[in-house]
């Protein structure tokens, strides 16, 4: 029974990430109506309006979980491969359409329950009110403004990995803090005569597919994506043990992605893509970078080593290696890793010693 409900009821990350969203839309909006309806009706008996203003926001809230499931999955899905522009204007006016719907619900059962007019009655003063009170101008203003804040506050989020944004905003990395973290180094294999082959451009469209794959795969265990360089993703975790099994499961579930796409891939590049790693863990450094464009930098020797460590991918004929330090933190099967030993990794003054993972 256990079981069965691990299995149909666990959310993914990517879900909760999403759920999250919506909730803080529903929450945003919600919120900007409750304080606009304060603001405007301070001369209205309180009773009355406490009253009113709690079904309100009750609505308000049941209506905003729905729109913002629109907005967060099913319109982000549908202008995925539109340009930034047109997904704004688009979204906007759509959104505006269900906006006004749930502004005439709210003003409905305000009337009808609240007020105790009969259903005709209601549609009428709402019409009339509409009319002869810009009403229909103002909520029309209104709501383009929460939109724009909604899709640029979620925009900027996306823009980062999540916790990345929340780690800018709150000024954590002003002054760069010295973390013990697990880096991995994750890029397409073969990728020069993959190139060759494909063209330019289909060749960036299966790098995208690819990156995609692998990046729902660490976001799924709760990695945070440092950078993308061409068909490379740089990740870390925050060092435990807990978080190495989470570093190879990782790894595990990008290449079961993949498989699971592998008629698509073949279809669509005649080949399905495979992928080298290199892990290690240490101390980096981590800091905010930039002046206009800020972002979350992390240097040091460890990762230094870790890009070596993948580089060494090729030189070792080994898909997944990674560093003697990351395996005395993690618990393996003996027929799990195979002992590649000391290697001397370019740039490097000591060997390194190193391990292949099995998977």
């Given at each position: 029974?256990?079981?069965?409900?691990?299995r149909?009821?666990?959310?993914?990350?990517?879900?909760?990430?999403?759920?999250?969203?919506?909730?803080?839309?529903?929450?945003?909006?919600?919120?900007?109506?409750?304080?606009?309806?304060l603001?405007?009706?301070?001369?209205?008996?309180?009773?009355?309006?406490?009253?009113?203003?709690?079904?309100?926001?009750i609505?308000?809230?049941?209506?905003?979980?729905?729109?913002?499931?629109?907005?967060?999955?099913?319109?982000?899905?549908?202008?995925?491969?539109?340009?930034?522009?047109?997904?704004f204007?688009?979204?906007?006016?759509?959104?505006?359409?269900?906006?006004?719907?749930?502004?005439?619900?709210?003003?409905?059962?305000?009337?009808?329950?609240?007020?105790?007019q009969?259903?005709?009655?209601?549609?009428?003063?709402?019409?009339v009110?509409?009319?002869?009170?810009?009403?229909?101008?103002?909520?029309?203003?209104?709501?383009?403004?929460?939109?724009?804040?909604?899709?640029?506050?979620?925009?900027?989020?996306?823009?980062?990995?999540?916790?990345v944004?929340m780690?800018?905003?709150l000024?954590?990395?002003?002054?760069?803090?010295?973390?013990k973290?697990?880096?991995?180094?994750?890029?397409?294999?073969g990728?020069?005569?993959?190139?060759?082959?494909?063209?330019?451009?289909l060749?960036?469209?299966?790098?995208?597919?690819?990156?995609?794959?692998?990046?729902?795969?660490?976001?799924?265990?709760?990695?945070?994506?440092?950078?993308?360089?061409?068909?490379?993703?740089?990740?870390?975790w925050?060092f435990?043990?807990?978080?190495?099994?989470?570093?190879?499961?990782?790894?595990?579930?990008?290449?079961?992605?993949?498989?699971?796409k592998?008629?698509?891939?073949?279809?669509?590049?005649?080949?399905?893509?495979?992928?080298?790693?290199?892990i290690?863990?240490?101390?980096?450094?981590?800091?905010?970078i930039?002046?206009?464009?800020?972002?979350?930098?992390?240097?040091?020797?460890?990762?230094?080593?870790?890009?070596?460590?993948?580089?060494?991918?090729?030189?070792?004929?080994?898909?997944?290696?990674?560093?003697?330090?990351?395996?005395?933190?993690?618990?393996?099967?003996?027929?799990?890793?195979?002992?590649l030993?000391?290697?001397?990794?370019?740039?490097?003054?000591?060997?390194?010693?190193?391990?292949?993972?099995k998977?």
């Amino acid at each position: 029974m256990i079981l069965f409900r691990h299995r149909w009821f666990k959310i993914s990350n990517i879900t909760k990430y999403r759920i999250r969203s919506v909730l803080f839309i529903a929450f945003f909006w919600t919120l900007i109506d409750w304080i606009v309806v304060l603001l405007k009706n301070q001369e209205i008996d309180r009773i009355l309006r406490e009253h009113s203003l709690w079904m309100r926001e009750i609505l308000m809230f049941i209506l905003s979980i729905i729109m913002g499931y629109i907005f967060v999955y099913k319109l982000k899905k549908f202008l995925r491969h539109s340009p930034l522009w047109l997904n704004f204007v688009l979204k906007s006016f759509i959104l505006l359409a269900a906006a006004l719907v749930i502004s005439f619900l709210i003003q409905f059962v305000n009337f009808t329950l609240v007020s105790g007019q009969s259903p005709g009655l209601a549609l009428h003063n709402i019409l009339v009110y509409a009319l002869h009170k810009n009403w229909l101008q103002q909520k029309v203003l209104y709501w383009l403004v929460i939109f724009f804040i909604t899709q640029l506050f979620l925009l900027i989020n996306e823009r980062y990995s999540p916790g990345v944004f929340m780690d800018i905003f709150l000024g954590r990395y002003i002054q760069p803090k010295i973390e013990k973290r697990i880096i991995m180094f994750m890029d397409l294999k073969g990728s020069t005569p993959i190139a060759e082959k494909l063209g330019h451009e289909l060749y960036f469209k299966f790098i995208r597919d690819f990156i995609y794959q692998v990046s729902t795969a660490i976001i799924e265990y709760e990695g945070r994506i440092y950078q993308y360089v061409g068909d490379e993703a740089v990740s870390s975790w925050l060092f435990d043990k807990k978080n190495t099994r989470k570093c190879m499961d990782a790894v595990i579930l990008a290449r079961k992605n993949i498989q699971k796409k592998s008629e698509h891939f073949r279809r669509n590049y005649g080949m399905v893509p495979e992928f080298r790693v290199g892990i290690h863990l240490g101390d980096v450094t981590v800091g905010e970078i930039g002046v206009i464009k800020k972002d979350l930098a992390m240097t040091g020797d460890t990762m230094n080593t870790t890009a070596r460590i993948r580089s060494a991918t090729n030189e070792l004929n080994h898909n997944f290696i990674v560093s003697k330090q990351f395996m005395e933190n993690i618990d393996l099967e003996e027929w799990q890793t195979e002992n590649l030993g000391p290697v001397d990794l370019k740039g490097k003054g000591i060997e390194v010693e190193l391990f292949s993972l099995k998977i």
